[in-house]
């Protein structure tokens, strides 16, 4: 009896110690939990600020909103896109045409960079839905963002590629043998941004 007392007396310690070590977690994930949301409220908050920025600058005016998507649950919540082109009225940015999306993508990737910068952006074709104003208007936006941030785009805009620092090509002279070119343009004009095109 002794021996079983004692032996229930030290699981029961044990289970103790359990309960109290899942008291402990549950406290310091929902700690960690109340973090995440306030750090990820401040930062979407932020982004939102330079989003309505970008999305203005390009499109003359208008709005740029994010929204947090509330679902209920164990899913996360998503981020939802709403803008507003001037003269028209608010929708999900699914709804715009390819420019207009591309630009919403740009001003949505600036923002971002403007929140937490990167060294190097790698952009493909970003500009190819555009037409010759808003390439323009993209043009500004990347010499501000080469500024600190090492940009190679791929692009057959010539406007684009009239504003890198370094072009890089592929020919081919021979059938079958392809070639790659390399053209400085930084030398020629050093005021140029560091951006690539290829």
């Not at 977690?25 to 700690?31: D, V």
């Not at 971002?112 to 060294?119: A, Q």
């Not at 890198?164 to 930084?186: F, N, Q, R, W």
Request: with cysteine; glycine share 8%.
């Amino acid at each position: 009896f002794s021996a079983l007392t004692e032996r229930v007396q030290f699981l029961e310690s044990q289970a103790a110690d359990l309960r109290d070590s899942v008291s402990s977690l549950r406290a310091t994930i929902a700690e960690i939990e109340r973090t995440i949301a306030g750090r990820f409220a401040a930062t979407l908050e932020e982004v939102t600020r330079h989003f309505t920025r970008y999305w203005q600058r390009l499109f003359n005016g208008g709005e740029a909103q994010l929204y947090l998507q509330e679902e209920g649950g164990e899913s996360e919540p998503g981020v939802e896109i709403r803008v507003r082109i001037p003269g028209k009225r608010m929708v999900n940015l699914t709804l715009l045409s390819g420019g207009e999306k591309a630009l919403g993508a740009l001003a949505f990737l600036m923002a971002l960079f403007s929140v937490r910068p990167s060294p190097f952006c790698l952009l493909d074709e970003v500009d190819a839905a555009l037409d010759e104003p808003n390439v323009e208007r993209f043009l500004g936006m990347l010499r501000e963002l080469t500024a600190t941030t090492q940009t190679i785009i791929i692009t057959h805009n010539p406007r684009t590629m009239e504003a890198a620092d370094i072009l890089y090509g592929v020919t081919m002279e021979e059938p079958g043998v392809s070639k790659l070119v390399s053209v400085a343009l930084a030398e020629a004009a050093p005021a140029r941004p560091a951006a690539v095109g290829a």
